[in-house]
């Protein structure tokens, strides 16, 4: 196995971002990697064909990115005391925009991660329906290790 020196965590700002964050900052401290965050805008050209989509849809996404941006600046710093904490050196983050699991495999590939820990759970309903288990496709066509964490299911068999 190759050894792990860039993490890359993919990020939804839900409820449970941080802690997916958190836990695979610990897993880069323990391994001594960097850490890369990453949240992709889903590119809704795709999916012209279900809805039409508005006039403007180029600055929709301009505006999506630019939002995305700003969000991820603060969801980041909120994430560095204890990325630091945890012995991660070096905490980067990045805005994407395509189809969010291509984005993470491409990503990853790009900046030559050796492992992926992501969440279980983003969407729900209907927007799972249209985009599928985002983990589903990164764990079937990854070149790495995915390391999956289940934000319902914390603390399994652990007994207080």
Known sequence: ?????????????????????DSAAYVAGKFG???????????????????????NLPNLTKELLESAQQRMEEFTESCRETAT???????????LNGDVAEEILSYTEE???????MGTHGYKGLERIMFGSVADKVVKTACCPVLTINPYRQNCGVQN
């Open 1 to 21: 196995m190759q050894e792990v020196k860039i993490i890359v965590t993919p990020i939804d700002f839900s409820d449970n971002a941080k802690m997916i964050a």
């Open 85 to 95: 904490a945890a012995g991660v050196a070096t905490l980067r983050s990045k805005v």
């Open 33 to 55: 990697a960097e850490l890369h965050l990453v949240f992709v805008v889903q590119d809704f050209e795709d999916y012209t064909g279900f809805f039409v989509p508005p006039v």
């Open 111 to 117: 900046i030559g991660g050796n492992m992926i820990i």
